[in-house]
């Protein structure tokens, strides 16, 4: 089926007409496939509140393994039209659902903090980013260049052309449940593909939020789909379904590498982002000051639950008493709650698995022998009974054997390791399997450059915390933690394309001499 790129095609008012429902019944969240909301059939799953746990949210009746496949079919389907559809004009679609995020931007960043406990103030951070994201992308549909090459024979020239890759997936996590949707949908869709989107079950109603606002924005039947199922049974459906040609992943080490593997088996292209470790170096002559705050920031914002968290602070022995005296005070006032309070600094753990995740690491840490300095506990009264919340904790001592130095948390946990010097600060940073980001406090333009050269992350931060990006700048891991293209940034566009190379004779002759 050929799309015509109208404003208000007959197409899309259908579609406005059936987002209603789902609008009117705003707890009860439905897939959306070829442009029809409807319930799944599978078990169903309740979203609960991670700051008050009475406090049921809604609900999804999850979507089968058949209903997972019809997904993909129909973003089969539809990929011919879309793919035909000029860039620019698929660009406008996105531009327009970039202005709707905007518009809609207070109400999803509330939704945002109730389904995932992130701080209002933090929600708005990361609809900004979203905007910002499907902005930036928007604005690539009118650059989707390929370039120009010159021959070796005369009356010859080459070019290169970028074309969509059909189906793909995008598989997301709950940390991010906005932003990380976006930068991957946004860049899929104007690159021409047909997309199935995949959320974490703890996150669906940022999920659905999201998909109305695309179709409000005039996507295509078919074109977007959302799936809301299960990893093990929707997810493997769709990340294993031979017309599904890509698969871009966001989420643990475990799933990630399961997927990649399953998936490039049968030649599907791959891209994951996974876990990280990520260390803040603070040498002696660093501002301790930005410093500790940065690093409280790093470690404690977000509850710990963002993949570039700060987990270890390597830290020079002339300086690490009064750093961790310092980190520790900071870490003491940190104002814990329900995230849609205006006060609040640091919200909960997503829900209760992660939570007893963080509470068993900190047991871990203690019988590995490391110092706890402060927090270590659950975080009670005030309000805090039902929600699911740690105290901001403190190990110091640690060392890089430690499980709590090599292994993601994923809570408000802090290691400090001492270190003698530089040279030992950078291998003991570079000790992980993980390599997403990384920061240094100093003021030395010769050990910032070197650790700049020698550092194994994939993004690093000069005097600022491992936190943070921007929608027109490069993101993405090594080592352990990525695996293809970088997303968003100039490179956004990378992975949704395959490249193709045109070779042009204008001679009208017969080729002379050596072929090869
Ligand atoms: P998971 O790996 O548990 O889940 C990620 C997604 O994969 C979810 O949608 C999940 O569905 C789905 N999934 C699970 N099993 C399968 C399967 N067999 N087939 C297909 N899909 C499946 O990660 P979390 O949601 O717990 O997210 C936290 C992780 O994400 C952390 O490790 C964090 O570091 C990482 N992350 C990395 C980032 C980066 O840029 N490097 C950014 C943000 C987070 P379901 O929810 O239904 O299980």
Redesign the pocket.
């Known amino acids: 089926m050929q799309w015509k790129p109208a404003v208000q095609s007959s197409a899309t008012k259908i579609l406005n007409s059936k987002l209603q429902p789902n609008r009117e019944a705003m707890n009860t969240y439905r897939n959306f496939i070829n442009g029809e909301w409807f319930e799944g059939s599978s078990k169903s799953v309740n979203n609960i509140n991670p700051a008050n746990t009475d406090d049921v949210i809604g609900t999804v009746k999850q979507a089968t393994r058949e209903e997972a496949k019809r997904a993909v079919e129909a973003a089969a389907a539809s990929f011919a039209g879309w793919r035909s559809t000029p860039a620019p004009a698929r660009g406008r679609i996105v531009a327009r659902a970039a202005r709707l995020l905007e518009e809609n931007k207070e109400e999803l960043a509330k939704i945002l903090t109730h389904e995932e406990g992130k701080t209002l103030s933090e929600s708005r951070g990361e609809l900004q980013r979203s905007i910002n994201v499907a902005e930036f992308c928007a604005g690539e549909s009118r650059r989707m260049n390929g370039e120009t090459i010159q021959s070796e024979l005369p009356a010859n020239f080459a070019y290169t052309i970028k074309q969509p890759l059909g189906v793909v997936a995008c ?6 449940p906005v932003a ?1 949707p976006i930068w991957k949908i946004a860049p899929a869709l104007v690159a021409g593909n047909t997309v199935v989107f ?5 996150t669906p109603a940022t999920a659905v939020r999201i998909v109305e606002l695309f179709a409000e924005a005039g996507i295509p039947p078919g074109v977007l789909n959302l799936v809301l ?4 049974e929707a ?2 459906e ?2 294993n379904h031979p017309a599904v040609k890509a698969i871009s ?8 590498i ?2 990649y593997n399953d998936a490039s088996r049968r030649g599907a292209k791959v891209q994951c ?4 470790k990520n260390p803040v170096v603070v040498l002696e002559d660093a501002d301790l000051d930005l410093a500790v705050e940065s690093t409280a920031q790093g470690a404690f914002g977000s509850s710990g639950q ?2 570039t968290a700060t987990s270890r602070a390597v830290v020079v022995n002339d300086i690490a008493d009064e750093f961790v005296e310092r980190i520790a005070k900071r870490a003491g006032t940190m104002r814990i709650g329900d995230g849609m309070d205006p006060k609040t600094e640091m919200g909960p753990s997503v829900d209760e698995g992660q939570f007893k995740t963080v509470l068993q690491y900190i047991d871990i840490g203690r019988e590995d022998g490391a110092t706890l300095v402060c927090g270590g506990s659950r975080a009670t009264g005030n309000g805090l009974d039902k929600g699911f919340f740690v105290n901001p904790t403190v190990f110091d001592h640690v060392t890089p054997d430690m499980r709590i130095a090599r292994e ?1 948390i ?1 809570g408000p946990v802090l290691s400090v390791l001492r270190v003698k010097d530089f040279d030992e600060a950078m291998r003991v940073a570079n000790d992980t399997e993980f390599g ?1 980001s990384s920061s240094i406090f100093s003021n030395d333009a010769p050990r910032i450059f070197r650790f700049v050269d020698e550092i194994e992350t994939g993004m690093t931060h000069i005097n600022s915390p491992t936190t943070g990006g921007e929608a027109h700048i490069p ?3 090594i080592k352990g ?2 695996i293809g293209d970088r997303e968003q940034g100039s490179t956004a566009l990378d992975f949704y394309t395959e490249l193709k190379v045109v070779y042009v004779d204008y001679t009208g002759r017969k080729r002379e001499g050596n072929l090869y």
Do not use: Q, Y
């Open positions: 598989v997301t996590p709950w940390n991010f990380i995949k959320p974490a079950t703890l199922g299960s990893g093990s997810g493997d769709i990340i992943f966001t989420g643990s080490n475990e799933v990630g399961r997927l982002e996974m876990g990280g963002r993949c993601e994923f997403l993101f993405g891991g933690t990525g």
